[in-house]
């Protein structure tokens, strides 16, 4: 089964809002990633959070990790009409080695 | 980071046909792997491409369908053979890279692949 599970699956916000998107995941994990997709397009990735980490930063973007719970949020905060896109986490299993297993994905719209 | 390219960026096939996709990397990696994703789905991991060797499939895919090869450490290609309409995707390669600490996947820029 779908190793990480996203919501909401659609997001509409208007540029300036900041936007939150979750992604829960089933098993025990090495890492959790997020990446965005352009209409499409290949992979970006946007940052790498740990099993044993709670919280990272870059620029606008905020992940944090809640292992307990099993779950991750992605914060982009000031979000501009450029952020449009597909947003997905992808989770890294202990057992997997390096295989990725990726969630279905948040399409994030922001309006100008 | 890598860069990464795939060729081709696109192509329309026909039924019955099939499809090579290279994807070349500028530096020394340790893994390659191959995604498809589906119109308006998450990604799918197909294989991993071992360097020598046969690639490790994922359930649900097959060598005679998806045959993979690696010559070496920058270069993998992912064939879809005999295809339907039904393997109209996009097709990923991602790379982990040599010698890096973290498990961070770099991905090319993908191939659409549609099948009439």
């Known amino acids: 089964s779908q190793q990480g599970e996203e919501d909401p699956q659609a997001l509409s916000i208007q540029e300036g809002e900041n936007a939150t998107m979750n992604c829960s995941y089933k098993t025990s994990i090495n890492n959790l990633q997020w990446y965005r997709q352009n209409s499409g397009r290949g992979l970006v990735h946007l940052i790498l959070i740990r099993s044993n980490e709670r919280e990272k930063h870059s620029g606008r973007l905020r992940v944090t990790l809640d292992t307990s719970k099993k779950s991750s949020s992605l914060l982009i905060t000031a979000s501009r009409a450029a952020d449009t896109a597909s947003y997905f986490c992808?989770?890294?299993?202990?057992?997997?080695?390096?295989?990725?297993?990726f969630g279905e994905g948040t399409q994030l719209t922001v309006n100008p | 980071s890598a860069v990464i390219s795939q060729k081709p960026s696109r192509d329309i096939c026909q039924r019955g046909t099939s499809l090579t996709i290279q994807c070349q990397v500028d530096s020394q990696v340790t893994m390659m792997f191959w995604y498809r994703q589906q119109p308006g789905q998450s990604l799918t991991l197909i294989a991993t491409?071992?360097?020598?060797?046969?690639?490790?499939?994922e359930s649900g895919f097959v060598i005679d369908k998806f045959p993979i090869s690696r010559p070496n450490l920058t270069f993998s290609t992912l064939t879809v053979s005999n295809m339907s309409p039904e393997d109209s995707s996009i097709y990923l390669c991602?790379?982990?890279?040599?010698?890096?600490?973290?498990?961070?996947?770099?991905f090319g820029p993908g191939t659409r692949l549609t099948v009439l």
């Open positions: 491409a071992n360097q020598g060797s046969e690639a490790t499939y």
């Open positions: 992808a989770t890294g299993l202990e057992t997997s080695g390096s295989r990725l297993t």
């Open positions: 991602s790379v982990r890279l040599r010698g890096g600490t973290t498990d961070t996947q770099y």
